[in-house]
Structure formats: C-alpha cells, structure tokens
C-alpha cells in the first residue's frame, strides 16, 4: 500500500526566508502532484511533476521530483502572507487514483 | 469553464441519519472522484468512476456509505446511517481520461462540510 508523508506537517517562517517542504512517498511512481489548500477552501492544482528530474516553477515555489529517491521538494524562496495556506502532495497510484500527503500548513508572517 | 460544482455545502444531521451530497463534474470529464477530507488530514479516496463505471471503491464503507453516476455526468454520494466519525469535507473532483502528456490533473469542488452530532 502506498503511503505518502510530508515534513514539516507545520511551518511558521518570515516574510523573505527560504524554506523547503519533502514529500517521501513507499512504492514506485512517477507522476506527483501539488496542491494548495486555503482555509476553508477546496484544492487548487499547482504543479504537475511527470518524470525523475522534472522542475517546475510559478513565482516564488519551485518543485521537483526524484523518482528514485521516491522524492518530491517544494521551495519557497522569499515568502510573502500571500503563501500562507497548506500545501499537499498526491502520488499517483494505479488507474488515475491520487494517494495524497498529510498536508504542510505554512504560515508566513512579517 | 464552469468548475466542479456541489451541494449543499453545509450539512448538520444527528447521527443515525441519513444524508446525500451532490457533484456536477466540469463537462467532458470522464473520471469522477469522492473524497474525504477529516480535519487536519489529507484527502483520502472513497470511490472513483469512469463514466458510468466504478474503477475503484475498495475504501468506501460499503455498510454505510454507496455512490452513483448516472449516465456519466451527475454524482451522488449517499451515507445511511451517519455516525460521529463520519464529520469531514465531502470533496469532489473530476479529471479528463489521460492526455498525450500523461497528466491526471484532477479539478476540486469546493466541498460540502459535514457534521454529525
């Protein structure tokens, strides 16, 4: 059975600090997802990581994946309140399913 | 684009009842998915359908809980009877069947929020 982890499950950082959240996932994929979650709000897609190397990046969050180390990173460079929301990510596993993290609450402030 | 509507999007029932949820997928998506979202917790997968076919219900409670999809579009997500545990964010999503780019971007409803008393 798939498990996902994330660390840290919270985060509280200043506004213009980097930070990194680690997705570890148990069995071989190579297709991860990111997603953000605001209070009260569903899920918004923000990154599509389809093969060992992949890098995405929007504005101040970069992502990658490793597929051999079963590891995907999201940096935050310069964060800002704006940032502030939890961040999940899902691991495919068979036929189009999503295995999804424990979520990372980030919380920026001045 | 329309998004992946659903309703209610709040609901308060005593245990023991019964309730039903609601989800619209964007048009075109042939895979619908249930979640359930607790508090604090990460989306977890009660069912998956293709069209009008179920891919994938091994963690739906089945003694409680059923869905259906109906001529591949509109979904409903039925629990009967409610228990405490069953508190937590209905989420419903859809995604097109997989494309040249070999992404499965699945499209978030905004939840109907469950509480059981």
């Known amino acids: 059975e798939l498990k996902v982890e994330q660390n840290p499950l919270f985060l509280s950082m200043q506004e213009g600090k980097n930070y990194t959240i680690y997705c570890n996932y148990s069995t071989t994929s190579d297709r991860l997802y990111w997603y953000r979650q605001d209070p009260g709000k569903s899920l918004e897609s923000l990154f599509v990581l389809l093969s060992n190397g992949a890098v995405k990046q929007e504005g101040r969050l970069m992502a990658s994946l490793d597929t051999k180390a079963r590891l995907s990173t999201l940096h935050i460079t310069a964060a800002v309140h704006d940032l502030s929301a939890t961040y999940f990510c899902a691991v495919e596993s068979g036929f189009q399913k999503l295995v999804f993290g424990t979520g990372t609450r980030l919380l920026v402030s001045p | 684009e329309a998004g992946v509507a659903q309703s209610p999007r709040y609901k308060i029932i005593e245990k023991r009842q019964s309730v039903a949820f609601w989800c619209n997928p964007i048009s075109g998506h042939a895979t619908l998915y249930w979640y359930q979202q607790i508090l604090g917790q990460g989306p977890k997968l009660l069912i998956q359908?293709?069209?009008?076919?179920?891919?994938?219900d091994s963690q739906l409670p089945k003694d409680r809980f059923s869905a259906e999809r109906l001529k591949g579009v509109d979904s409903t997500l039925k629990i009967q009877p409610a228990k405490l545990e069953d508190s937590a964010v209905y989420l419903c999503?859809?995604?097109?069947?997989?494309?040249?780019?070999?992404?499965?971007?699945?499209?978030f409803g905004p939840g109907t929020r469950l509480t059981v008393l």
């Open positions: 359908f293709q069209n009008n076919g179920v891919v994938d």
């Open positions: 999503a859809s995604s097109l069947d997989r494309g040249l780019a070999g992404a499965v971007e699945q499209f």
